[in-house]
């Protein structure tokens, strides 16, 4: 289409209310319009972006027997009842009352609606495995929508949910379904995407990845191994630290330590490096209040994910009262109180001559040797993976910590739905099942916008060729020059003819707000039509990212940009 | 796919809870289900349908310049007050507050959200004309949803919207969008769709069509012109009455009617025809209940949607109370009381030796001559267009009234939402104008919905080829016999490498049950292969519509089937 007729503005200011440099490029390039807090209005160029990204993930759901239908937005309430969700889950559910006073909620995920749908058609063994999927407006009331679409609460989702008869072969399926991200993410032109090992919490404990665009606005903390290639969300790697115990151990002496509350001051005041401390941390379980005291080594940090699922509890930082018995700044494993649980990270395993809180204002010991001086000592993980970690898979010294965004996740869900909606099967035996469910999703807005933050310069995005809105932007420079115009219209035509995406600008502006607007708009491909080039019998192409300019004799540019389009084209 | 792996029952039994048929056979096929009043979950063959009626849409308005965008379906209720609709849309607009309180609504139709996107974008005369359309889903909370998708809450609709900077352009645009709406019914194997001038009611007043699949089942009626080919909805349907004067006019007299109420009791009782009674019809303003008499000729009803129209105000039937003045049952022009608006329909012009009420108890005058007798009548249309009425456009009596579901429409919105939501360009000569819109609507779901209504038998659809959830359904009768399978194997095969979408049953079922089935599912082409079938060497290709059947040799088969769907796509 011509870019003279291309719906919505672009400007060159960068928008003062913009904390990410793809928030900043969606509005000044005219791809999305702020309607509410969290919500927008797409323009053409965005909307030709997600669609050719939906279309690759509906390719690839196919491929893997995905059978694609169509969940409502507006849900009633009693289908959320019976998961148990409307109860569970918090205000980023948004609940309403339709004009009958019925109870609704708006999607925000699909899981009771996917039981529901297939609930009566599950009854039977023989019609396992199958995985449905759609893709749909959601809506989650975030508190803090941010970054244009990389937080929003309207946005576009593409939900996948499988079902099973075994765990094993929810676990084929979901190998099926992670191979089948990867080759989405790379047609997509975002090959960089990592599967990390998550989290899943309360979910049910079982295995889930999430697929993160590396780039350090993002909102998580992943640990990457450089050696061999393991990765995991910080909440879910695990940590390994290994001690070497000191030949000889001293004996535990109480020493006095005035004013040294923190780590760093006792060893300090000691002089000792903080690794031979015997740090502390509490926290208190919010159901109760009651404290819980997790002691690691003192260069390690909690990681409270894993702290809380060892519980089974949700957890927050201490207000230590003096009821507790618990000793502030001066806590230690020999004479705890034992009001309160005593946990211990594994970094502690195979260490003495280690200093630690007394439980007595103003003292600490030295010569803490844990295996000789505190009783049954279980050691677990509950500690944050570090830069220059171990890596658990390979063990070498070789973890990485880096920022991503989400732009997918996979989950095994185990039968949390299926169970609580009264989901079953008859069995080969004639006994009666419940089946077991996988989920996959993928945010495409937020994918979009993750492309455009990974992929940009100064001046705009730099769109892989397999979701550019156009894959050619055809600026015909001095379109007041005859010549130029009629070259420029053939080949526009020629261009469109052959099937290719173009965005022409044949107005009568000069080259340099002509070329601000296609860095704006991010085209891979360049074709500049001008008197200088038309002297020599040629176009110039270049390429967006800038890898390459190249004179092109007109006769040969048709072919040639066929050759690039399809080298540069990952979806193909 | 293989038919043993698509999600969804498919059943015998017609459910009781269905009124219309297209009803019972999306949900006895297996194409939707049931979430809440008025809201479905489609199952796949629903979905590939919709996906491919969508894409016929997009395509069309691609060709007449839409720019495909995306509006939320969230809207913050500041929007709707801009416009004004917040306030005058009654309860099927859904108002909702989110977790911080603030005002939102669902999305029902996105005038505003349209003239929000392109308010800043379309300040100077050089933008225009430019259309923006979306395919997405909305809310509109019926009072009463019914007959599946034909009247829910929840749908998908294509609704895209024009800016224009003269109404000479905007009707230029109408037209081009007219004959797009054509070209869409005609590719999505509906030509018969008719397109009917329709009333645009208290919303500005211009010019509307509606598209209308013609089926007894319809909710609206229309008058179609067997000879000209004019039609409208009965709503916007010009009435033309002829009538020719006695020659002589007899004076008027009073004459006694006792227990004489309705027209035709009096006109019994005088033994004259109904045609010759001025009858009266009598509403109440609803803003103020003040009372509205129309008289018209005994054998022709009030259009009530006309004289709303005329009014500006909404109304209701009468109910008429002793101070009215309104003598109830003896209603007539002469003498009647002028506490009331008194209106004459155009069917009384030309009128003479009429009976009408005498405004008095038990009394009615004949020999009414409205010119005589009346004074300063002004002659309106509020009447309903007949069956057997005359054409407004050839002036043959050869109107007929049908019934259909209406599937999509166009209005000429003039600036209704520009102006009230301060929408302005920079003209020319730089004078600050208002633009003026246009808009036009699709429901997709209903769409779908409407063509199974009209293209069904007592066993299901019959899909036309372009929107049919696959082209070929492929039937192996006797899948335990091993040729049967492998040639059917072989040539599912065969189909799917050469492009043609196939269901393919190899279920080891009774043919009955499997044909079943496939009537159900409703592709378009049916292809046997049988035991008995491949001793002859062919294959049985056959139409669900029962237009032929043929016996076609194996080899055959692939080139037959590829002719066959070109011949039958009309949306190629």
Not at 141 to 148: I, K, L, V, W
Not at 272 to 288: G, L, T
Not at 503 to 528: E, Q, T
Request: glycine residues 8%; hydrophobic residues 35%; proline residues 3%.
């Amino acid at each position: 289409m011509k870019l003279e007729k291309l719906v919505g503005d672009r400007f060159k200011e960068r928008p003062a209310d913009c904390q990410i440099d793809s928030h900043a490029i969606m509005l000044k390039g005219g791809y999305i319009k702020h309607v509410a807090n969290g919500i927008y209005s797409l323009y053409t160029p965005l909307k030709r972006v997600t669609k050719k990204i939906e279309q690759i993930i509906r390719e690839e759901m196919d491929a893997i027997d995905g059978q694609e239908v169509m969940f409502p937005v507006v849900m009633p309430a009693s289908l959320w009842e019976e998961s148990g969700r409307y109860e569970s889950i918090g205000s980023e559910l948004l609940r309403f009352t339709d004009r009958n006073d019925n109870k609704m909620v708006l999607g925000m995920t699909h899981e009771e609606a996917a039981v529901h749908l297939v609930r009566e058609y599950g009854s039977s063994y023989t019609k396992y495995p199958f995985m449905i999927y759609q893709i749909q407006t959601k809506f989650r009331d975030e508190a803090r929508p941010r970054g244009g679409l990389i937080r929003v609460r309207e946005f576009t989702m593409k939900d996948a949910y499988s079902f099973h008869t075994s765990q094993e072969d929810l676990e084929q399926y979901y190998d099926k379904c992670h191979k089948a991200y990867e080759r989405i993410f790379a047609r997509a032109g975002v090959p960089e995407v990592v599967s990390v090992k998550s989290d899943s919490g309360m979910m049910g404990g079982s295995v889930s990845h999430e697929f993160m665009l590396l780039t350090p606005i993002g909102e998580d903390s992943i640990a990457i191994c450089s050696e061999c290639g393991y990765s995991a969300n910080m909440e879910a790697a695990d940590s390994i630290i290994e001690n070497v115990k000191d030949e000889i151990s001293a004996n535990m002496e109480k020493v006095h330590t005035p004013d040294s509350h923190t780590i760093e001051e006792v060893c300090g005041y000691l002089n000792m490096p903080v690794e031979k401390a015997c740090k502390a941390v509490v926290y208190q379980r919010n159901m109760d209040d009651s404290y819980v005291v997790v002691f690691l080594r003192g260069d390690i940090e909690v990681n409270e994910t894993k702290l809380r699922n060892f519980l089974g509890a949700e957890i927050h930082p201490a207000v230590i009262t003096e009821e507790s018995g618990i000793v502030a700044g001066f806590i230690g494993p020999v004479g705890i109180t034992d009001k309160c649980t005593v946990l211990f990270d594994n970094s502690l395993k195979n260490t003495n001559n280690m200093v630690c809180g007394a439980n007595e204002e103003d003292y600490h010991f030295t010569g803490l040797d844990l295996d000789r001086d505190v009783q049954n000592v279980e050691y677990h993980d509950f500690a944050k993976i570090k830069d220059g970690g171990i890596c658990p898979v390979c063990g070498k010294k070789a973890i990485t910590v880096s920022r991503g965004i989400e732009v997918g996740n996979i989950f095994q869900l185990g039968t949390k739905y299926t169970k609580t909606m009264g989901m079953t099967y008859l069995d080969k035996d004639g006994a009666v099942k419940t089946p077991i469910m996988g989920c996959y999703g993928i945010g495409v807005g937020r994918l979009a916008a993750s492309v455009c933050e990974a992929h940009h310069d100064e001046y705009g995005p730099i769109w892989p060729m397999a979701i550019a809105p156009w894959q050619v932007h055809l600026c015909a420079v001095r379109a007041d020059n005859a010549e130029v115009k009629a070259t420029a219209d053939k080949f526009y035509e020629d261009l469109t003819n052959a099937g290719v995406e173009v965005i022409y600008d044949d107005r009568k502006v000069s080259a340099g707000f002509m070329f601000s607007d296609a860095d704006l708009i991010g085209c891979p491909l360049r074709v500049v039509i001008s008197p200088r080039n038309l002297k020599e019998g040629c176009f110039e192409i270049s390429a967006r990212d800038k890898s390459f300019s190249i004179k092109c004799p007109v006769e040969e540019s048709l072919a040639k940009i066929r050759e690039l389009i399809a080298q540069m084209n990952t979806s193909l």
